[in-house]
C-alpha cells in the first residue's frame, strides 16, 4: 500500500504495479479544506508537484500528484458558491487545471491556451451556478502534455452539492477510477506507439488510489455510488456481481427519474455515473464490482478482458431496512429546437501529427488541432443540434467545454435509434462508424474545446475550438 516501508529488503521489486497491495479497504478520498470562513465561499490551493511514493518496497516511483495525494483531494462544492483555487505548478512543464463538465468561463477554465509556466502560480475563480450539483473532475489540460501529467497521477474529483438533494439521505460513496503503469524501474512507463493509436493500454486500475479494494457495507444496505471514470482510455461495462445497477445520475448530476433492475452501465472515459446499489440482505457475502470486456476498436489493438475493480462485501448482522428512493429526482427540460446543425466528423490519417510518436492521427473535421485556429463558431444561448460522425475504426468519447449537453439519437448504418432517457452529459462516446445526434448549448462568450476525451488523443491533435460569441 501507499507508504509501506522501504526498509522491507526481503522483496525485491518486481515489474508492474503488482506488489500494490491489494484487499486493503476503500479509501476515504482526502477533501481540500476550504480556507474561507464564508460558507459561500471557496478557496484553496491546489499544488502540482512530482512526489516520491513508496508503491513497492526498495524503490519510490516519481508519480505527479495535486497536494500529494492519489487521486487528488475531492473538491467539495455547494450550488451558489463562488470558488477561488490556486494553482501552484511546481512541474517542470507547463500544466493547468481544467474543471471537466463544469460552467465556469472559457478563461476560468484550464485551457491549453493559457499555460500556467513551471514554478508559477494562477488562480482560477469561478461561481457554482444553481441546479449544476453533480459530479465532476478536474485535471490538467497544457498543450501535447495532458496524457503524461494525468498518467503520473494528476486527477481528482469534484462534488457539487445541492441544498435540495433528493438521495440525501444515503451514504455517499465515490469511487474515482485511475489507472497506473509502471516501468521495471517501478516508474511511471511513457507511451509507446500504442497507447498514442489506441489509448494508454495495459494500466492497473484504481479505485480511490488503492488496488482491489475492500468495500463493507451491512446487509441490505442502499447507498448511492459517484463513479467516475478517470482513466485516459478505457470503457468500462461496469456490472456488480450479484446486484442490479439503479441509475440515478449522470455526468451533469441527476437523471429525471431513476432507470432501476440495470445488470450493466457502460461509463466511457471522462464520463461519471450516480447509481443507487441495494446490497443483498444475506450477511458476509462478497461481490465484485467488474468491468466486462468490451471491445471499441476493429483492430483488436486494445487489451481487453473483464477486470475487477473493487469487492463489496456485506458484513455480518442484521439486514438494514429497506429505502424507496424517489420515483422523481429533478425535472430535466429538454433543450428546445435546435437553431442551427453543425457537424464534426473523426477520419484518420497517417503522418499528419507525430510529434508524440505517433504514426496515425485522427482528425476533426479534416483537420489537426490548431491552438490558434477558430473552428466552428456559435452564439451564447443559442441551440444547436450536432451531428458527430466517426468515420473511424475505433469508439472516440466526445467531450464539449463549459457545458452539458443532451444525446439525441444515435444512428449506425441506417438504423436510428432515439436516447432512451434525457440526460445531462459532456461526454459522449461514439462508436466506431457510427453518428451521435446531440443538443448543445453555450451560456458564455469565449473559447471552449471541443475534442476526444482519449487523453491520447486530445494530445495527438484530435481536439478543436468552439468560438462562442455574445449574442
Ligand atoms: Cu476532461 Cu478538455 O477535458
Ligand atoms: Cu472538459
Ligand atoms: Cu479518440
Known amino acids: 500500500m501507499l507508504g509501506c516501508s522501504d526498509d522491507d529488503e526481503s ?6 504495479a503488482q506488489a500494490l497491495a491489494e484487499g486493503q479497504p476503500l479509501r476515504k478520498l482526502s477533501v481540500l479544506a476550504n480556507e474561507s470562513t464564508q460558507s459561500t465561499e471557496f478557496s484553496a490551493t491546489l499544488a502540482a508537484a512530482p512526489t516520491p511514493t513508496a508503491l513497492q518496497a526498495g524503490t519510490l516511483t516519481q508519480l505527479w500528484l495535486y497536494n500529494g495525494a492519489i487521486p487528488g483531494p475531492l473538491v467539495e462544492l455547494r450550488e451558489g458558491q463562488h470558488v477561488r483555487v490556486v494553482l501552484d505548478n511546481r512541474l517542470a512543464q507547463d500544466s493547468t487545471i481544467h474543471w471537466h463538465g463544469m460552467p465556469v ?24 451556478p444553481h441546479g449544476s450539483a453533480g459530479t465532476y473532475w478536474y485535471h490538467p489540460h497544457p498543450h501535447l502534455k495532458t496524457a503524461e501529467q494525468v498518467a503520473h497521477g494528476l486527477a481528482g474529483p469534484v462534488i457539487v452539492r445541492a441544498a435540495d438533494d433528493p438521495l440525501a439521505s444515503l451514504p455517499d460513496v465515490t469511487l474515482f477510477i485511475t489507472g497506473l503503469r509502471l516501468d521495471v524501474h517501478a516508474q511511471v512507463e511513457a507511451d509507446d506507439p ?33 463513479i467516475v471514470n478517470a482513466t485516459a482510455a478505457r470503457h468500462f461495462r461496469l456490472a456488480l456481481e450479484g446486484h442490479t445497477l439503479t441509475l440515478v445520475g449522470t455526468d451533469g448530476g441527476l437523471l429525471g427519474a431513476p432507470i432501476a433492475d440495470l445488470p450493466e452501465v457502460l461509463v466511457a472515459p471522462a464520463q461519471r455515473i450516480e447509481v443507487v446499489v ?51 429526482l429533478r425535472a430535466i427540460a429538454a433543450l428546445g429546437e435546435p437553431e442551427l446543425q453543425q457537424l464534426v466528423e473523426f477520419d484518420e490519417a497517417m503522418g499528419m501529427c507525430t510529434s508524440n510518436g505517433a504514426t496515425v492521427a485522427f482528425l476533426i473535421n479534416g483537420r489537426i488541432f490548431d491552438p490558434g485556429r477558430v473552428d466552428l463558431v456559435t452564439n451564447v444561448g443559442r441551440v444547436e443540434s450536432w451531428d458527430i460522425v466517426n468515420r473511424t475504426g475505433m469508439a472516440h468519447p466526445f467531450h464539449i467545454h463549459g457545458t452539458q449537453f443532451q444525446l439525441v439519437s444515435r444512428q449506425a448504418g441506417t438504423q436510428v435509434t432515439p436516447a432512451p432517457y434525457l440526460a445531462w452529459i459532456d461526454t459522449v462516446l ?10 448543445t448549448r453555450q451560456t458564455m462568450p469565449g473559447k471552449r474545446m471541443f475534442h476526444c476525451h482519449i487523453l491520447e488523443h486530445e494530445d495527438n491533435c484530435m481536439m478543436a475550438i468552439l468560438d462562442v460569441r455574445p449574442s
Open 430 to 439: 461514439v462508436p466506431a462508424l457510427e453518428t451521435a445526434t446531440i443538443r
Open 194 to 226: 500504442i497507447d498514442w493509436s489506441v489509448g494508454r493500454q495495459k494500466e492497473t486500475l484504481l479505485v480511490n488510489g488503492g488496488r482491489l479494494p475492500v468495500h463493507p457495507v451491512s446487509p441490505g444496505a442502499t447507498q448511492r455510488w459517484r
Open 11 to 16: 522483496d525485491a521489486p518486481s515489474a508492474g
Open 278 to 328: 441495494s446490497a443483498n440482505a444475506a450477511p458476509n457475502g462478497r461481490y465484485r464490482l467488474r468491468a466486462l470486456r468490451h471491445e471499441t476498436d476493429f483492430l483488436g489493438l486494445g487489451s481487453y478482458a473483464d477486470e475487477d475493480l473493487m469487492t463489496m462485501v456485506t458484513t455480518s448482522g442484521l439486514p438494514a431496512a429497506p429505502v424507496i428512493i424517489p420515483s422523481a
Open 105 to 128: 468561463p472559457p478563461a476560468q477554465d484550464g485551457n491549453p491556451m493559457d499555460p500556467v509556466p513551471p514554478g508559477t502560480r494562477r488562480l482560477y475563480e469561478f461561481d457554482v
